[in-house]
């Protein structure tokens, strides 16, 4: 079999790479283990983990919130079961409309274990085993991520779990241990804590959401504590032992001193995720990875190997979908014989907590080590109707721009739907609007959107309805 492209991996940025490839006349396959289209983030990460979210956050209004709309209700309680018979129909509806739209543009699917041989050349190894030889002018490795795992804890998939058994407990856990208080740890032990379960959240580091705006991580953190998240910060995990009941956790200062032991029913292990590379025969063709494990590749893409291209996770850069999404679009393109670019400065990052936290472009802490002069402009939902009027008022708007252009040079909002307000803002500086841009724009009343042209209009020292 031979053909123009040859996708490894049918995540966000392998099956996006395949149908733009197809769109553009090249004779395309993707090579996929799974049994479903879709990767990590359809199957056992994004897609599902939202679904949760949504679901569990309707519970606790149900319980908690409706009676602030004069909305009354009577005993509630939970269907785990329901719960995640959603879950997976969302998720098996996604997974199915991709090998759909893989039919539609005629893309073939290579299914098993891919592993590049030669420059230009692949085998499939199958689940029986049975090899299958394909030529492709072009390789894309969009194999993305795994779990990083925690030295000295074993994950089990039973007591102690990734995010992937976090999806699918089969109970609600009286006692959540998160170790890692990044997006996957907040976002999932948001879910349970909302279900019924104490959370405590253990973090190395001494504060949460590691690279993010320090002020923003500081303002979410204050807010999770007071929906009864428990954090232990500047702490490790040394050992986790699973017992009868549950879990034995052994935990000591970042630093070192007195080490103590908790109990939990289950331990959440979600300190990040690495470049998943295994088996792909890297080294039988030369490809380079770093110190961390992913792939070099040139400005456009491309390894040190002509036609042999990697994008997502595997790559540097951040451990987004929507990132290997573009960057699967572009080089379909620059194959084609097209231009392609992605600003990385404008690639927004989202935290699917209550409420969202959503940012792009630099931090404040990033602006000062860069030595970039900046003025910063801040808006409080608290003063924004339509944020009062949904009981939802916690939280802010922060817009930095260049002091002496006014270019926006990052965005930082906690609040309500900030992963739908950021899109604003993505755009904005993908057309190197200035803070005044924004704040000269209508933006309608009474909506979430006024925050940001008022947060646009503070850089200045003007803001309005504050």
């Known amino acids: 079999m031979s053909y123009d492209v040859v996708v490894i991996g049918a995540g966000p940025g392998g099956y996006v790479a395949a149908i733009r490839a197809a769109q553009l006349g090249l004779k395309t396959a993707v090579v996929e283990k799974w049994d479903t289209l879709g990767g990590t983030c359809l199957n056992v990460g994004c897609i599902p983990s939202k679904a949760l979210l949504v679901s569990s956050e309707k519970f606790d209004e149900a319980r908690h919130h409706l009676g602030h709309h004069g909305v009354k209700v009577g005993e509630v309680s939970l269907d785990l079961a329901a719960l995640m018979s959603h879950k997976t129909k969302v998720v098996k509806d996604l997974t199915g409309g991709i090998e759909f739209l893989f039919k539609k543009n005629k893309i073939t699917w290579l299914k098993g274990l891919g592993r590049i041989t030669a420059p230009g050349a692949l085998e499939v190894v199958g689940k029986d085993g049975s090899v299958q030889t394909v030529a492709a002018k072009n390789i894309i490795i969009a194999t993305g991520s795994d779990v990083t795992p925690l030295p000295g804890v074993t994950i089990d998939e039973q007591r ?94 970042s630093k070192g001193g007195t080490a103590e032991t908790i109990d939990a029913d289950y331990v959440l292990v979600a300190i990040g995720r690495r470049p998943y590379t295994e088996g792909l025969g890297l080294e039988t063709v030369g490809i380079e990875t770093d110190g961390r494990g992913r792939i070099k590749t040139d400005k456009h893409f491309q390894t040190k190997v002509p036609g042999i291209y990697a994008i997502g996770d595997v790559i540097e850069g951040p451990m987004l979908a929507h990132k290997a999404e573009d960057e699967g679009v572009v080089v379909a393109e620059i194959i084609a014989g097209q231009s392609g670019h992605i600003n990385y400065d404008a690639i927004p990052g989202i935290v699917y907590t209550s409420p969202e936290i959503a940012t792009v472009g630099k931090s404040e802490e990033q602006l000062k080590e860069a030595g970039i002069a900046y003025k910063a402009g801040k808006f409080p939902f608290s003063a924004n109707g339509r944020a009062r009027a949904m009981a939802a008022a916690d939280g802010f708007v922060k817009v930095l721009a260049d002091a002496k252009t006014d270019r926006v040079l990052g965005v930082h909002i906690l609040g309500p739907d900030a992963g739908h307000l950021i899109a604003e803002i993505g755009l904005a500086m993908e057309f190197g609007a200035s803070a005044e841009d924004i704040a000269r724009t209508c933006h309608a009343h009474p909506t979430l959107s006024e925050a940001v042209k008022e947060a646009a209009l503070a850089v200045d020292g003007r803001a309005v309805h504050v």
């Open 160 to 253: 102690i779990v990734s995010s992937t058994g976090a999806l699918k407990l089969p109970e609600v856990p009286k006692k959540l241990v998160v170790v890692g208080a990044g997006v996957i740890g907040l976002e999932l032990g948001s879910v349970w804590k909302r279900l019924g379960a104490e959370v405590t959240v253990v973090e190395f580091l001494d504060r949460i959401l590691p690279g993010m705006d320090l002020e923003l991580a500081k303002s979410a953190q204050k807010l999770l504590a007071k929906q009864g998240l428990t954090f232990r910060l500047s702490t490790k995990v040394t050992a986790a032992v699973p017992n009868a009941t549950g879990v034995a956790l052994t935990l000591e200062p």
